[in-house]
Nanobody, 114 residues
């Protein structure tokens, strides 16, 4: 299973970015798809997850600003990030869980700066 993330970049405070992560390989049902992030000097933290049935969970710091979604036919998870803040700067990692096994993407850099 391989995960390919895209959509990171440099954006000004208040701006928006949309991350995408496509899973490929021999994949059965993906129970959970999600995004985590790691800022310099900090531990990796949960940003958001979405289950196969569409139930979502968000970190308090991103509620109301970020929206997670998934396309099961394409094995792809998205993260729409609005009203970005400098503290959102981090490497964002996508994660999937299939047959109780987690897989991680390589990460995409998001930098929020003026």
């Amino acid at each position: 299973v391989q995960l390919q993330a895209s959509g990171g970049g440099l954006v000004q405070p208040g701006g928006s970015l949309r991350l995408a992560c496509a899973a490929s390989g021999t994949i059965f049902s993906i129970s959970v798809m999600g995004w985590y992030r790691q800022a310099p000097g900090k531990q990796r933290e949960l940003v958001s997850t979405i289950t196969l049935s569409g139930s979502t969970d968000y970190a308090d710091s991103v509620k109301g600003r970020f929206t997670i979604s998934r396309d099961n036919a394409k094995n792809t998870v998205y993260l729409q990030m609005n009203s970005l803040k400098p503290e959102d700067t981090a490497v964002y990692y996508c994660n999937i869980v299939t047959k109780a096994v987690p897989y991680w993407g390589k990460g995409t850099q998001v930098t929020v700066s003026s």
